[in-house]
């Protein structure tokens, strides 16, 4: 029904941002990194997707197709809502579901607040014939052992998958190869020494 939104951002709330286009201030949901990123004044294009119950209608928004794609993705899924689609694609960005779909690692989507562990396995079942690799899949599904210590351990640590991904992806390539040694090269990405 609202395939895209262009507008102006008039109020960055918990949840939602606000945007202002032909005199209406709409509130739209969006991803958390992208809602922590934007600033009221700022003009902003989105893809979004209506949201119609009986009692309430919401405007989800994405800065990509693909995202929108991988929300309407989810809502398919048997027990994710809106809700539960968007806490996905505020934490895990679209590789990253995408290597745990095709590498069957239900444990990165369990992750996700709001996500238990059966509801990650039905994500990773449902989605595993609907869900399109995109290239760049290789680099991602062949992450070492070694590394995925590292992530689990960023991520205890409290930093985002996301971020820890790109931590990860940061570390010289002729490090060695011990968990400690590339903890501390991908630690240094976020005190900038």
């Known amino acids: 029904m609202i395939a895209t ?71 398919g899924v048997d027990g994710v809502g809106p809700r539960t689609a968007l806490a996905v694609l505020s934490t895990l960005n679209l590789e990253t579901v995408q290597r745990a779909v095709f590498n069957d690692e239900p444990d990165l989507l369990s992750r996700v607040p709001g996500v238990g562990k059966k509801t990650a396995q039905k994500i990773v079942l449902s989605l595993h014939d609907r869900l399109k690799p995109v290239s760049g899949l290789d680099k991602i599904a062949s992450m070492s052992d070694t590394d995925s210590e590292v992530l689990a351990a ?7 998958i996301v ?30 020494k």
């Open 5 to 75: 939104l262009r507008g102006e951002i008039t109020q960055v709330e918990e949840n939602a941002i606000i945007i202002e286009t032909g005199g209406m201030g709409l509130r739209v949901f969006v991803p958390k990194p992208l809602r922590e990123r934007v600033k009221a004044g700022e003009a902003i294009f989105l893809f979004t997707h209506l949201v119609v119950r009986e009692d309430d209608w919401k405007l989800y928004g994405f800065e990509s197709q693909a995202d929108r794609e991988l929300f309407n993705t989810l809502l």
């Open 154 to 160: 960023l991520t205890a640590l409290g930093y985002s």
């Open 163 to 192: 971020e820890a991904q790109t931590a990860i992806q940061s570390i010289p390539k002729d490090a060695p190869e011990n968990v400690e040694e590339r903890l501390r090269l991908a630690l240094q990405q976020f005190t900038g």
